[in-house]
T-cell receptor
């Protein structure tokens, strides 16, 4: 059973560019959450997708947007990149609420560097 | 709004010695609490979780944690540390299906 997968592993962009990160949830999971982890800090919640809609959002600007597809995979898009967007972006998936508590399983992350 | 405080930024412990990592949380309702471990360049691995019931929970790799509601704490312990336990440890609280993490504690294990 594959766990949560993310692509790409690493990415280098320049300021002002746009980036798309991808996540495939663990088999049987229908909810995907995205977190940003800056160097030396704990992960910060960006948003969560369920049934192809954004269900919750953290304190991130509109430059951060997402999408969930019918197969439950998800994308994180960041527009107009800033140097401060350099971070490890983590995707987490969780099972349907009726099955169990919403325990989140994390992927290995995508390391984004903005120059 | 929920929040987590991990008072210790860095802890150094000798191999074979015991380890305790502190975590204090703030949350209005009954909290769901977690400890995750992160090795350099890796994602987060769940060590253990508390939902309800017994306040002493057992996790993987020989870790345990104790929930103390009166102190708003959820400290992580391990009786005997192995060199492979060197990593970053994060405490998290779940509020409405989103996790809030502490800043983390870096554990260094010396021979």
């Amino acid at each position: 059973d594959a766990g949560v997968t993310q692509s790409p592993t690493h990415l280098i962009k320049t300021r002002g560019q746009q980036v798309t990160l991808r996540c495939s949830p663990k088999s049987g999971h229908d909810t995907v959450s995205w977190y940003q982890q800056a160097l030396g800090q704990g992960p910060q919640f960006i948003f969560q997708y369920y049934e192809e809609e954004e269900r919750q959002r953290g304190n991130f600007p509109d430059r951060f947007s997402g999408h969930q597809f019918p197969n439950y995979s998800s994308e994180l898009n960041v527009n107009a990149l800033l140097l401060g967007d350099s971070a490890l972006y983590l995707c987490a998936s969780s099972p349907p609420r009726f099955r169990s508590y919403n325990e989140q399983f994390f992927g290995p992350g995508t390391r984004l560097t903005v120059l | 709004a929920q929040s987590v405080t991990q008072p210790d930024i860095h802890i150094t412990v000798s191999e074979g010695a015991s380890l305790e990592l502190r975590c204090n949380y703030s949350y209005g309702a009954t909290p769901y609490l977690f400890w995750y471990v992160q090795s350099p360049g890796q994602g987060l691995q769940l060590l253990l979780k508390y939902f309800s019931g017994d306040t002493l929970v057992q996790g993987i790799k020989g870790f345990e944690a104790e929930f103390k509601r009166s102190q708003s704490s959820f400290n992580l312990r391990k009786p005997s540390v192995h060199w492979s336990d060197a990593a970053e440890y994060f405490c998290a609280v779940d509020g409405d299906y989103k996790l809030s993490f502490g800043a983390g504690t870096t554990v260094t294990v010396r021979a």
